[in-house]
């Protein structure tokens, strides 16, 4: 089945403890993304990758790192969380940016960070 | 630049009534639009897509969208609500062109959710 899986589906943290959100697809996507939803705002991108090595910032990336080794696999990676980072996090995949197909999220992460 | 709009952040319909959920858009260039839905603890599914074709657009569920580009409006209705309609509902603009940093960036809407009441 043509998915994108994240792991872990929740997860409670402490301030400052660094933390890592997998992100997985196997439908050989050049382009990943992450975002992040919170209530009002819709869903920001936090970070993207056009292709293997290639990354770059979206609109809210602070507080975030991210890496590209390998086509199928897209790590959202928290140095040191704050507060201000619980949030619900998507990865999503497609073909390429701005593919007209549509994009494959995954089921989410809740982070919490007390 | 570009962006999106929805006009109502809740929506509660009974079941078996229309559904209408307004989505007003921004775009220096003929965009991409898309509908997604999240129900609850799941991901986003794509519900439809206009990628400036048919006007009216039929997607999932029973669903459809009409592109008004006079309006810059991109709405989504379905003739008769479903209990399993009960979700949120997220409008998302794509930035058209070749090339550029801009190009293929989705822009979120705010949601809607919508009840659906027996």
């Known amino acids: 089945e043509a998915q994108v899986t994240q792991n872990p589906r929740y997860l409670i943290t402490v301030t400052g403890k660094k933390l890592t959100v997998t992100c997985s697809q196997n439908?050989?996507?050049?382009?990943m993304s992450w975002y992040r939803q919170d209530p009002g705002l819709g869903l920001r991108q936090i970070y993207y990758s056009m292709n293997v090595e290639v990354t770059d910032k979206g609109d809210v990336p602070e507080g975030y790192k991210v890496s590209r080794k390998e086509k199928r696999n897209f790590p959202l990676i928290l140095e040191s969380p704050s507060p201000n980072q619980t949030s619900l996090y998507f990865c999503a995949s497609s073909v390429y940016r701005g593919s007209l197909h549509g994009y494959t999220f995954g089921s989410g992460t809740r982070l919490t960070v007390v | 630049a570009q962006s999106v709009t929805q006009l109502d952040s809740h929506v509660s319909v009974s079941e078996g009534t229309p559904v209408l959920l307004r989505c007003n858009y921004s775009s220096s260039y003929s965009p991409s639009l898309f509908w997604y839905v999240q129900h609850p603890n799941k991901g986003l599914q794509l519900l439809l897509k206009y990628t400036s074709a048919a006007t009216l657009v039929k997607g999932i569920n029973g669903f459809e969208a009409e592109f008004k580009k006079s309006e810059t409006s991109f709405h989504l209705t379905k003739p008769s609500a479903h209990m399993s309609d009960a979700a949120e509902y997220f409008c998302?603009?794509?930035?058209?062109?070749?090339?550029?940093?801009?190009?293929?960036?989705?822009?979120f809407g705010q949601g809607t959710i919508l009840t659906v009441h027996p």
């Open positions: 439908m050989n996507h050049e382009y």
């Open positions: 998302v603009v794509s930035a058209p062109g070749a090339g550029g940093t801009s190009y293929g960036k989705l822009t």
